[in-house]
């Protein structure tokens, strides 16, 4: 089987991946090479037998700390050039936020996928104001952008 192109799928956790994304996982690496960035869980096993390329990348979900995440930010933009995708695709709030971030710099498409803006939506303070401020940023209008959830 020939692989097209290069996709980095990056996610919270292969345990979302494999819920709610593996129809769609499957359906891309039929033509492509398609690696993984994500948290390590129970969920790996499933997505190595399918000889998915997998790498390890904890997101600290929880963390606010601006040195941590910069740093995180640093790390993946690394690993990113290393693989050089021809499309990013990503799930959940770190992930979509470091890719637009990443794929701004690198000239990398990006397919940013928000299931709901959760507590992002909900809660109004500063760190909610410097999120979007940095997706307005980042964003470009030629970028694809889904929302799943019309509520938030």
């Known amino acids: ?3 097209v192109n290069k996709i980095l799928v990056i996610a919270n956790s292969t345990w979302s991946l494999y819920n709610f994304r593996f129809n769609l ?3 891309i690496s039929k033509n492509h090479q398609v690696k993984i960035l994500s948290n390590k869980d129970e969920f790996l096993s ?4 399918k000889n998915y390329l997998f790498e390890e990348f904890s997101f600290n979900r929880k963390s606010k700390n601006i040195l941590i995440n910069f ?4 790390i993946l933009f690394f690993k990113i050039k290393n693989y050089k995708p021809k499309i990013i695709i990503s799930f959940g709030l770190k992930p979509n936020l470091y ?3 990443i794929g701004k710099i690198l000239k990398i498409k990006i397919i940013t996928t ?4 959760g507590t992002l939506y909900l809660n109004k303070n500063f760190t909610q104001k410097m999120i979007i401020i940095l997706f307005k940023f980042f964003l470009s209008k030629k970028q ?3 929302f799943h959830n019309n509520q938030d």
């Open 46 to 49: 499933i997505f190595k037998n």
């Open 71 to 74: 740093l995180n930010i640093v």
């Open 25 to 27: 996982m499957e359906a």
């Open 1 to 3: 089987m020939k692989h």
């Open 114 to 117: 928000f299931t709901g803006l």
């Open 99 to 101: 890719s637009v971030i």
């Open 144 to 146: 694809k952008v889904i």
